[in-house]
């Protein structure tokens, strides 16, 4: 079979079976071409609450996995690549943050969708990068501890100066590794790119560019924009889709190390093979867990829609 002919039995299975096929906006160009939707957290978050088919392919990490399963209790959630996980989401554990909380009893623990569904029982408030900063200026408290992803969290603080954000040392691996350098090298090689960054990267990196927002975020302004050069600070395939969708403009990955290997490891194949019932896993919680993590997820969608 090639990839065509694998999308259309995709396609074919995927109606038989009455399934909705999930993607972020980080997988392969022929898995968003097969997705009934594509895009950030935020955007995945709110239509796995919307979606009327009873079983959901998650091609994206387990968080965002698990993420529809609390939103979704009663259907099945197959998160298509069992290896995918985000590392930030398991740097910090409940143990962990109950422990920090007794420390700030007074601060609202703010929780980056990027974290694990036993974390975010305790915490009071989720949001995904394109939803922070407008639920951090809607929150009726002005002390806020960020979790886990202190440049996310830097770049909250600085957009809501009014309101005082405590940070803890976590973060993505694949954003936080670009240079400010990095930056420097690609506007000396391509002077006319606007430079686009996700607030992943350190503050360093957000501080030169044009435009900081989400993944979703990042393609709607290169779409929109009237410039025809982008240099795009997140994972290289973000580029590759506003390539394909623009092919009149140019895009420059800023580093070309920015690759996460958790988000690549859903193939089409791996797809093909879970509609067959052959390849990924059941997402199973708790119903306590589920419950409980909820009310922060219900927050955000209150104060980020
Ligand atoms: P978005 O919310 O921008 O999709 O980001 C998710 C993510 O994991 C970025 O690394
Ligand atoms: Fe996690 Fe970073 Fe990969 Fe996003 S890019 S899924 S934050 S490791």
Known sequence: MNISEMQQAILQLKQEQDVCILAHSYVAREISEIADYTGDSYGLSVQASKVPQKTVLMCGV????????ILSPGKRVILVSPLAGC??????????????????????????????AELKTIADVCV????AVQIAKALDNDKILFIPDCNLGAYVAEQVPEKTVKLLQGGCPVHAAVRPSAVKQAKQLHPDALVLVHPECVPEVTAQADYVGSTTGIMNFAKRSDAREFIIGTEISIAEHLQYECPDKFFYPLDKQLICPNMKSTTLVDVYRALRGEHGEEICLDAEVITQARRCIDKMIELGG
């Open 62 to 69: 387990r968080f965002m996995a698990e993420t529809v399963k």
């Open 128 to 131: 995904t990068s394109s939803s």
């Open 87 to 116: 590392p930030m989401a398991e740097q910090m554990d409940k143990d962990m943050i109950s422990q920090v909380k007794e420390l700030y009893p007074d601060y609202t623990v703010m929780a980056y969708v990027n974290t694990t």
